[in-house]
């Protein structure tokens, strides 16, 4: 197995629309490889939450872990992928400086809870093609 202290890891929700393609996204700008994959709804996603005592009722969308550092949720979360990515995505960490988390988190929830509605859901988590399984920890 690869050692994973020198990655990010994201955990997101696996059947939501919204959260596959965000991860798509981020693996088609992660120049640095920096991110590995894993949905919440897998083994590995929920001994992940498990261990770092994050309660999955209230984060349901995505975690970043940082091995050895911390994990970040909600707005957080997104500001620490926005930072690794390439081109103009790390100037969104502005916003951490510019907006209180509350306020972050506040309209981040919002899309949260609506994500299913507005994007919609699939019936099982998302499948990497064989090209991309070895950026998720999930992948048999």
Not at 3 to 10: E, M, R, Y
Not at 35 to 48: M, P, T, V, Y
Not at 76 to 91: F, H, R, V
Request: with cysteine.
């Amino acid at each position: 197995m690869e050692d994973l202290n020198d990655k990010k890891i994201v955990l997101f929700d696996g059947v939501c629309n919204l959260c596959t393609g965000t991860v798509t996204f981020i693996i088609k700008r992660d120049r640095k490889d920096k991110f590995r994959f894993a949905s919440l709804q897998s083994e590995i996603g929920k001994q992940l939450m498990e261990e770092r005592h994050i309660d999955t009722t209230s984060n349901n969308s995505i975690v970043v872990i940082e091995p050895q550092v911390a994990y970040y949720v909600k707005s957080s979360a997104a500001i620490e992928i926005a930072k690794e990515l390439g081109g103009l995505w790390p100037a969104l960490q502005v916003f951490s400086y510019i907006l209180p988390e509350g306020i972050r988190d506040s309209l981040y929830e919002i899309i949260a809870k609506n994500r299913y509605k507005w994007f919609g859901k699939k019936d099982s988590c998302m499948i990497p093609t064989p090209a991309l399984k070895s950026k998720f920890l999930d992948a048999d």
